[in-house]
């Protein structure tokens, strides 16, 4: 197992691949300028912003993966606001849970009857606190 987000378990076996690709996380700070009298402003630290993390998901049937039912999954996730744990290699990704920002779906490989055998989804979550 390479972690988790909720219950969607990533792995890499002979039998299911459920990964991402290219995840990027982000981590900011707000800051205040106050203004001075023929002086530069002076910053005053206000504190951490939730970091933010992003990354996608490539879904095949022929990779032991239901892609609909996980596409539809997800996008539950997002839309119910469900706060999960972020677990990569035994370690939480960041100081808390995370929420699904959004998800955006690319059906790279739809059958005959409307099955969706490939899916590409594009994810952007966010830490809770």
């Known amino acids: 197992m390479i972690g988790y987000f ?3 378990i990533f792995e890499t076996s002979d039998k299911r691949i459920c990964n991402f690709n290219n995840m990027k ?3 900011s700070a707000t800051y205040s300028d106050h ?5 530069k402003p002076e910053r005053e630290f206000e504190g951490p912003n939730n970091q933010t993390v992003s990354f996608e998901m490539k ?3 022929g990779h032991g993966v239901r892609p609909l039912t996980m596409k539809n999954k997800i996008i539950r996730y997002c839309e119910n606001g469900k706060v ?3 677990v990569l290699g035994g370690k939480k990704v960041g100081d808390g849970n995370w929420t699904i ?3 955006d779906a690319s059906f790279d490989e739809v059958w005959n009857r409307g099955e969706l055998v490939s899916v590409t989804l ?8």
């Open 25 to 27: 996380q982000a981590a």
């Open 101 to 103: 920002d959004s998800v």
């Open 35 to 39: 203004k001075r009298y023929r002086k």
């Open 6 to 8: 909720g219950d969607i």
């Open 84 to 86: 999960c744990p972020f």
């Open 122 to 129: 594009s994810i952007t979550a966010a830490e809770y606190h």
């Open 59 to 61: 879904l095949k049937a």
